[in-house]
């Protein structure tokens, strides 16, 4: 199966205590990194791939630094597929490239992409971009993106998947923080942003 998430900010201390791009009740970025890697090992399974648009960690630029991204990044299941966002190094992706991992099913654990990607599934083109994307009000393609946080796009076809996203409420469910949106939960987000447009 397909997930999808954004903006996981590992090891960003400030974001904590941030309350206008989140609202990460944590004391310290151990508590919070190990949410997010809770939340994300509860749902994905290693024959999954996780589509991450943006914004994986924010460190300094020295090894030991990267090191530590990658012991978590590994320590998570599935296949990444990885967008660069903004807080994302050149320096950090040829690290990670240099130190990939074959998983079982003979996959690379880290599959990287600059600006974004394309995917189709259930008749629509997903556009995968860190930046939210205008891709035009055709039914069929739909821009999942990250970046913005708590904020969402006046679009019903842009989609935020940020782990900080209001748009999770359209599940109307509880989920843990966290943990990436699969397949069918980003079908459904979709259908009720829409639902939600046509009441305006």
Not at 80 to 109: C, P, W
Not at 116 to 123: N, Q, T, V, Y
Not at 188 to 199: N, Y
Request: charge should be positive.
């Amino acid at each position: 199966m397909n997930y999808f998430t954004a903006d996981t900010h590992f090891f960003h201390k400030s974001l904590i205590h941030d309350r206008i791009f989140s609202n990460r009740d944590f004391l310290c970025v151990e508590e919070m990194n190990e949410q997010i890697m809770d939340a994300w090992n509860e749902v994905v399974c290693d024959q999954d791939t996780v589509y991450h648009l943006g914004d994986i960690a924010l460190v300094d630029g020295k090894t030991k630094a990267y090191e530590k991204v990658d012991r978590l990044l590994k320590s998570l299941n599935g296949q990444i597929v990885f967008v660069k966002g903004n807080h994302d190094s050149r320096a950090m992706f040829k690290y990670l490239e240099k130190h990939n991992a074959t998983l079982q099913n003979a996959r690379k654990k880290y599959l990287f992409n600059d600006v974004g990607l394309i995917l189709k599934f259930d008749k629509k083109q997903f556009f995968l971009t860190h930046y939210p994307l205008i891709v035009g009000n055709k039914g069929n393609r739909i821009n999942l993106h990250g970046h913005i946080h708590r904020s969402t796009v006046n679009l019903s076809t842009c989609l935020n998947v940020g782990i900080d996203s209001p748009e999770a409420d359209y599940l109307m469910g509880e989920r843990s923080f966290g943990q990436p949106f699969s397949e069918t939960e980003i079908l459904k987000m979709i259908k009720a942003k829409r639902d939600d447009f046509g009441k305006r």
